[in-house]
């Protein structure tokens, strides 16, 4: 599969917006599927394909994509192997292509967040590494 990160609009082939049905006719059956259902929120079904390193995020009563995270150390945003990069340089990347509000937070596990508000994007940072990435619509 095509890891190329869209900002705002999804991963390779896969859109936000997109149906479950449209998503698994793509990547096929998911490794997991997980049911949430708060009366809070939205009903939420969870996908997770474990080694294309992806868990996508279904919301609604008629589920549609609408977050994705991202794992797998061949993705690609804006041009760069992002996973290759530190935070001062993914930051850069960011600043450089116009994404300039940006938000910092060490959460209670331990990771570093660094967020992107404009470009729906938080990076996450285990030790100065990046582990994850999650998009927004």
């Not at 049905?21 to 929120?41: H, P, Q, R, S």
């Not at 919301?59 to 290759?84: K, R, T």
């Amino acid at each position: 599969m095509d890891m190329k990160i869209l900002v705002k609009q999804g991963i390779g082939d896969i859109r936000f917006k997109m149906p479950v049905e449209e998503v698994v006719a793509l990547l096929g059956t998911a490794d997991e599927v997980e049911n949430i259902d708060n009366a809070a929120d939205e009903p939420t079904t969870v996908l997770r394909y474990n080694d294309l390193g992806l868990t996508l995020f279904f919301e609604g009563e008629n589920p549609v994509l609408a977050c994705i995270d991202i794992c797998n150390e061949e993705s690609e945003m804006l041009g760069e192997q992002v996973f290759e990069m530190e935070e001062p340089a993914l930051v850069q990347l960011m600043v450089k292509n116009g994404y300039t509000e940006e938000d910092v937070d060490d959460e209670d596990w331990g990771e570093r967040r660094v967020s992107f508000p404009e470009a729906n994007v938080d990076f996450f940072f285990d030790e100065g590494e990046l582990v994850s990435i999650t998009l927004g619509a």
